[in-house]
């Protein structure tokens, strides 16, 4: 068995506070001095800060909201037959909670899943930030982080074609740090007073709703293709950015320019990156329609499988880090959100590493709940004058209002800080604390002057950059530092996909284009397609049934950047990832179904045994089983007469043809499929060829002759040369 486990190998290569410390600090006087000091982390207690706020309803009596114990199952009526009385508070109370249990979904990245982690700083940073985080290696601060999708509500599908969030709290010992980023590193404009005009454009059409959680609509395509600088970040989602295999399989970006502003008021220009520590992947789309349909909640299922197997996912966090004086040296403004910096120009220098590792206890109470804002930094951190980045730390307070109804959002417990907090707003609807002092207004001198003013110099205060100077006259127009060249980048992209990659992008295109209904769209947008590619806009073309442009090379060059292609980069890690064994119930024996399991442990793969019945260990019939569930098959041996005749050879226990569905289907879907002994022929008998991702049995072992799912030409050699070390011996 220790052979099947190098199967994977080659698989890889294809491819807290106490009650006692509440945070507002009102349990327990803190001391001025102790205040005003710079604070250590949340000791290690062992508790996260959050289990101060879980219920236990363990062995308990329900109450009503008020305390007093209490039954609710039937309502107060008048007599046998008679109406509910208004008097009965214990109905009132209970519906109209439930009338108010909803509060609105976010305007956008309505839909998503988040996680608690810890992020661990890899040394002391205070030679660029003074962010007191990234202070001390080894230094350990509470995360929570909530990936989603944009343009979907509530209910979409997680596979939904879309740019991804990737918004993570950093729970400082100096204060939240929101850092609100998306997987694709830049955005489709330049100016948040656009943002309106995006979203409407890619939301559902106005009179009848469709399409849900998609941009392939006239209006979409009409605002990309009249605003150009749509392109750069529509490239990254119609690659495999757009369609991850996973939250955990895709990097985040920060998008903007930051600074970062050491205690002495130094100050750099910043790029955040958090770089996946398993490596990026993708489905291919085909997939990702079914999965809309066959299991709407693909990403954070699992994302709260991989945490609950131990196995949680990983990122590296970085910062590209750049000089005041180089925010024009690039060929483009720095301030400019639709550009990347190349990393061959500035590396990305890695400060630490985040590991998600506890799930919500309660969707709504967190993930729901918690209000991110672009406008939470800390002493450290500074915005950059990105009009992008301006306008959002206006945009997501408002939109927290909003939603709450009200100031005191800040109080939840996802919220709130692990810091005291002082200060002097007061009341608002929902004010969870009880301010004793009676001076709330500065200067004071009732309170002895307190809560005194943090500066620079004095309390670690939050400071703006000295460095930063604005002159000049009021205008309202696109900053003429802004680049007008919207098609370069857009180019970079695509040269730096691998060549299936860059199918899979020319046919995401395709397929988005061709709902379109307006000729004057079609036409636009195979103009703007030229003006970065004549392949790409002779390809859609052709599609639409229009004729291919002649090439428009103002913008066409041959460069390449790295970090942009998923299939043409080995995947980092196997944990979390499921291998579907297709066997039959009647060959295979509980014994043989757990020690497969076993063999995969180490890597934290999951094996899911397939069979006709749940008989003998088997974890999933093929009634239930779908090519989506699985990164990868094996076609054991036993189970070859499940395939001999889709139709005769059916069991009474499955749908007719189940079994060489799923293997097709995951054919279909570029994943690794194995046909094991005398599997071999079903191989024959599905009739799926050899060659890439296809493995076949030679004397009783595996041997590669391919790439993950078929579509790794790059990474080719050097996998088959391991091919001899990593045969495997299954049968
Ligand atoms: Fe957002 N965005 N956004 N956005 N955004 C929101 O805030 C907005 C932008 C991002 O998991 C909203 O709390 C404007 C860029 C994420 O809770 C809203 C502009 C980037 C999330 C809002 C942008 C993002 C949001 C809706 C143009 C990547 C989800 C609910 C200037 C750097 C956070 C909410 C979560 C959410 C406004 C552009 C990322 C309406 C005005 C660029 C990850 O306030």
Redesign the pocket.
């Known amino acids: 068995m220790a052979g099947l486990r190098s199967f994977l190998v080659l698989f890889a290569s294809l491819g807290a506070l106490s009650a006692a410390q509440c945070p507002y600090g009102h349990t327990s006087a803190r001391s001025e001095s102790e205040t005003l000091e710079k604070r250590e982390a949340p000791p290690p207690t062992g508790e996260h800060f959050i289990d101060q706020f879980v219920v236990n309803d363990t062995n308990v009596y329900l109450t009503s909201d008020v305390g007093g114990p209490m039954e609710d199952q039937n309502s107060l009526v008048a007599g046998d037959r008679g109406p509910t009385l208004l008097e009965d508070f214990i109905f009132r109370q209970k519906i109209t909670h439930f009338d108010h249990e909803r509060v609105p979904e ?5 839909r ?1 899943a ?1 996680a608690h982690g810890v992020f661990e700083s890899y040394g002391d940073f205070s030679n660029i930030t003074a962010a007191s985080f990234l202070s001390k290696a080894g230094k350990k601060t509470p995360t929570f982080t ?3 999708t ?1 343009a979907g509500s509530r209910g979409s599908a997680d596979t939904a074609r879309d ?5 993570t709290r950093f729970y400082t010992d100096e204060g939240n740090f929101d850092l ?3 997987n ?1 590193p830049v ?3 330049q ?6 005009d ?2 409407h454009s890619v939301k559902p059409q106005q009179d009848r709703e469709i399409p849900q959680a998609a941009t392939a609509h006239d209006s979409a395509w009409d605002f990309f293709s009249q605003q150009p600088s749509c392109l750069h970040t529509l490239f990254w989602a119609m690659a495999g950015h757009g369609i991850v295999r996973s939250f955990r399989h895709m990097d985040g ?4 320019t930051y600074r970062f502003v050491t205690d002495d008021g130094k100050t750099k220009l910043v790029k955040f990156h958090w770089k996946t520590l398993i490596g990026k992947a993708s489905v291919v789309w085909e997939e990702a329609q079914a999965l809309a349909g066959k299991n709407a909640d693909f990403h954070r299922q699992d994302l709260w499988e991989a945490i609950e197997s131990g196995h949680g996912p990983e990122w590296e966090f970085g910062v590209q880090i750049m000089e005041e004086d180089d925010a024009l040296k690039f060929g483009f403004d720095l301030m400019d ?1 639709t550009k990347i910096v190349p990393e061959e120009l500035v590396p990305v220098t890695k400060l630490g590493k985040m590991t998600l590792n506890r799930n919500p206890t309660n969707y709504f109470a967190e ?1 729901e709940q ?5 406008g939470h930094i800390v002493r450290g951190v500074d915005f950059s004058e990105d ?6 730390i ?7 209002l909003n ?1 709450n109804g009200g100031p005191n959002f800040e109080q939840l417990p996802i919220n709130r800080p692990v810091v005291p907090i002082h200060n002097n707003n007061r009341d608002g609807a929902g004010q969870m604390l009880v301010h004793a002092n009676n001076a709330p207004y500065s200067p004071n001198t009732l309170n002895n002057g307190s809560p005194k003013q943090a500066t620079q110099a004095e309390g670690r205060g939050f400071f703006t950059a000295p460095n930063r100077s604005v002159s000049g006259k009021l205008q309202r127009a696109v900053r003429s530092t802004f680049e007008k060249d919207y098609w370069s980048q857009p180019r970079l992209i695509f040269n730096s996909l691998v060549e299936q990659e860059q199918q899979f992008l020319i046919n995401a295109i395709r397929f988005e284009t061709s709902h379109i209904k307006s000729a004057t769209v079609k036409t636009n947008v195979v103009k703007q397609l030229n003006k970065i590619s004549n392949k790409i806009a002779k390809q859609v073309a052709e599609a639409l049934g229009m004729t291919a442009p002649a090439p428009d090379s103002q913008f066409y060059h041959d460069k390449v950047t790295k970090g942009i292609s998923t299939l043409g980069t080995p995947l980092l890690k196997l944990a979390g990832l499921n291998i579907g064994v297709l066997t039959s119930t009647k060959s295979i024996d509980a014994a043989t179904v757990s020690t497969l399991k076993s063999a995969f442990k180490a890597d934290g793969v999951n094996v899911k045994v397939v069979g006709e019945s749940l008989a003998n260990g088997i974890d999933l019939t093929y009634s239930a089983a779908d090519a989506t569930d699985f990164d990868a098959i094996v076609v054991a041996a036993g189970s070859s007469k499940l395939f001999d005749d889709p139709i005769t050879q059916a069991s009474s226990l499955y749908p007719a043809g189940r079994p060489n569905t799923i293997v097709l289907d995951a054919y279909r879907y570029g994943k690794p499929i194995a046909f094991v002994g005398n599997a071999k022929a079903a191989q024959q008998s599905i009739q799926i060829p050899s060659g890439p991702g296809v493995y076949s049995d030679l004397k009783g072992r595996f041997v590669s002759n391919s790439t993950y799912g078929g579509m790794n030409n790059r990474t080719r050699e050097k996998r088959d040369a391991q091919a001899e070390d990593n045969s495997v011996d299954l049968a």
């Open positions: 976010r305007a956008v990245h309505a998503g988040g909530r990936f989603s944009v740019v991804h969030g990737f918004a609100v980023g998306n694709i955005f489709f404009i100016d948040a007073i656009l943002f309106p995006l979203i970006f920060g998008v903007h959100p993930t918690v209000m991110f804002q672009p009009p992008l980045l301006q306008g959002r206006f945009s997501y307070l408002d939109t927290q939603r």
